[in-house]
């Protein structure tokens, strides 16, 4: 499968600040990148899907100016938390998919975002 | 709506013995399923997929799911677990997106 990569694997910040994820497809171009956040003992919700060049499609609830998506290549989007707050601490998954792969999405390890 | 449903939370069961994971989906038409399996500090990887071809679907590590459509359900099973199937699992109903079960953590005791 395809090697999808997370980083920083874990951050801690303040209340107020902002945190960027960065996630990487490293042996493929992905032509669309998914966001998922994952609360503790409960499963991945859709936040975000999005196309590379053009504007990310949220789910119903999420905030598009709370998590702003950039997918600005094919090999790399990144979710940026703004503002954060003890609630926004989750667990925050991408994964990649490309037609040529029938679709199937590879899932990066995650990164756990602890807001104090 | 298309939704799965995972029946137990938690799972525990003997190295050696067989492992069974229970999911039910509900679908108006012939669904898209599958089981992912989740490592600590490792991303999700695809078991086995059904996509109303074989109804018995053989997958990755000696894991099998068969859809059943009379009983609305695609249980994954494997005859032995071994200490390395310890993850949790998640069951997957795929349309134009993914929808996750809520998981089964399936704990293997020596």
């Known amino acids: 499968g395809a090697v999808v990569s997370q980083h920083p694997s874990r951050v801690i910040c303040k209340s107020g600040t902002s945190v960027k994820i960065e996630c990487r497809s490293l042996d493929f171009q992905a032509t669309t990148m998914f966001w998922y956040r994952q609360f503790p003992k409960q499963s991945l919700m859709l936040m975000a899907t999005?196309?590379?060049?053009?504007?990310?499609?949220?789910e119903q609830g999420v905030e598009k100016d709370k998590f702003l998506i950039n997918h600005a290549s094919l090999t790399l989007s990144t979710l940026t938390v703004t503002s954060a707050h003890p609630e926004d601490s989750s667990f925050y998954i991408c994964?990649?998919?490309?037609?040529?792969?029938?679709?199937?999405?590879?899932f990066g390890p995650g990164t756990r975002l602890t807001v104090l | 709506a298309q939704s799965v449903t995972q029946l137990d939370s938690h799972v525990s069961v003997s190295e050696g013995t067989p492992v069974l994971l229970r999911c039910n989906y509900s679908?108006?038409?012939?669904?898209?399923l599958f089981w992912y399996v989740q490592h600590p500090n490792k991303g999700l990887q695809l078991l086995l997929k059904?996509?109303?071809?074989?109804?018995l679907v053989k997958g990755i590590n000696g894991f099998e799911a068969e859809f059943k459509k009379s009983e609305t359900s695609f249980h994954l099973t494997k005859p032995s677990a071994h200490m390395s199937d310890a993850a949790e699992y998640f069951c997957v109903y795929n349309t134009d997106k993914l929808i996750f079960g809520t998981g089964t953590r399936l704990q293997v005791f020596p």
């Open positions: 994964s990649t998919s490309r037609a040529a792969l029938n679709y199937e999405q590879f």
């Open positions: 999005s196309n590379e060049g053009s504007k990310a499609t949220y």
């Open positions: 059904y996509t109303s071809a074989a109804t």
């Open positions: 679908s108006s038409y012939s669904p898209s």
